[in-house]
């Protein structure tokens, strides 16, 4: 009986002791998580999509073979951050839209929110891509990977999401298609309500605020310089978008 009992008991605590085992596992595979997806929106906000892994997993303290057991492939991982970030964006537009009464305060909270936040740093390329002639795309010559840190000058027309292959978070399906969209469609609504009120130059699109969401933030090792070159820089072009007495 009381080697029964002890079996019994040596059973419970070995039931005990495997839950307090997986337990601290299921708390480090949350941390690696989190340690993954901090360091991939600084690794990708630095250098682009066109980032490797390698340089992810290196920022996070971690295997690389760790990043890949949460992502299976890189263009899965493009995708969360990709989405966040425009989920981000979308909801500080929303916040600016629904909070300010006046045009230009809405327009010009979104864009200084959204700049000290760094998410344009981060938006996918399909985003980003402005609807121009396609041989002044083609003869530019630049990658579509490492537009979020392009300076690159804005086109005549709107923005209009231009599917891409070439691009990994340009993969994203129906649903970044969705998301894209809506942040398309309140940062439309910003600009049409500064343009209507007279104080957005006429010729300012949707993909003009968005190009300044995404060079606005240059990527400075010192985080007090960055933040007083990314607000001077914004305020140099909220000038130039600003419409003018004529």
Request: glycine letters at 10%; hydrophobic letters at 40%; proline letters at 5%.
């Given at each position: 009986?009381?080697?029964?009992?002890?079996?019994?008991?040596?059973?419970?605590?070995?039931?005990?002791?495997?839950?307090?085992?997986t337990t601290p596992l299921r708390v480090d595979a949350q941390r690696n998580l989190?340690?993954?997806?901090?360091?991939?929106?600084?690794?990708?906000?630095?250098?682009?999509?066109?980032?490797?892994?390698?340089?992810?997993?290196?920022?996070?303290?971690?295997?690389?073979?760790?990043?890949?057991?949460?992502?299976?492939?890189?263009?899965?991982?493009?995708?969360?951050?990709?989405?966040?970030?425009?989920?981000?964006?979308?909801?500080?537009?929303?916040?600016?839209?629904?909070?300010?009464?006046?045009?230009?305060?809405?327009?010009?909270?979104?864009?200084?929110?959204?700049?000290?936040?760094?998410?344009?740093?981060?938006?996918?390329?399909?985003?980003?891509?402005?609807?121009?002639?396609?041989?002044?795309?083609?003869?530019?010559?630049?990658?579509?990977?490492?537009?979020?840190?392009?300076?690159?000058?804005?086109?005549?027309?709107?923005?209009?999401?231009?599917?891409?292959?070439?691009?990994?978070?340009?993969?994203?399906?129906?649903?970044?298609?969705?998301?894209?969209?809506?942040?398309?469609?309140?940062?439309?609504?910003?600009?049409?309500?500064?343009?209507?009120?007279?104080?957005?130059?006429?010729?300012?699109?949707?993909?003009?605020?968005?190009?300044?969401?995404?060079?606005?933030?240059?990527?400075?090792?010192?985080?007090?310089?960055?933040?007083?070159?990314?607000?001077?820089?914004?305020?140099?072009?909220?000038?130039?978008?600003?419409?003018?007495?004529?």
């Amino acid at each position: 009986m009381g080697g029964t009992m002890g079996g019994a008991m040596n059973a419970a605590g070995n039931g005990r002791g495997d839950t307090s085992r997986t337990t601290p596992l299921r708390v480090d595979a949350q941390r690696n998580l989190e340690h993954v997806l901090r360091a991939a929106r600084e690794v990708f906000g630095e250098l682009g999509y066109g980032a490797p892994m390698e340089d992810v997993a290196r920022r996070a303290r971690v295997g690389v073979g760790t990043v890949y057991r949460r992502f299976p492939s890189k263009d899965v991982l493009v995708r969360r951050i990709a989405e966040e970030e425009t989920s981000r964006l979308t909801e500080q537009a929303r916040a600016a839209l629904g909070q300010e009464d006046e045009p230009w305060s809405a327009l010009s909270r979104f864009l200084r929110t959204s700049v000290a936040s760094g998410a344009g740093r981060l938006l996918p390329p399909q985003v980003l891509r402005v609807g121009v002639a396609e041989e002044q795309t083609e003869g530019a010559g630049f990658d579509e990977a490492r537009v979020p840190q392009q300076r690159m000058q804005p086109g005549a027309g709107e923005l209009r999401l231009v599917p891409g292959e070439s691009s990994p978070a340009a993969s994203a399906g129906a649903d970044d298609d969705a998301g894209a969209s809506a942040l398309l469609d309140v940062v439309g609504q910003l600009v049409e309500r500064a343009r209507a009120a007279g104080e957005l130059r006429a010729d300012v699109s949707v993909a003009d605020v968005l190009l300044v969401i995404a060079t606005a933030a240059p990527s400075l090792p010192d985080a007090a310089q960055q933040a007083a070159a990314s607000a001077r820089l914004l305020d140099i072009l909220l000038e130039g978008l600003r419409s003018r007495p004529s």
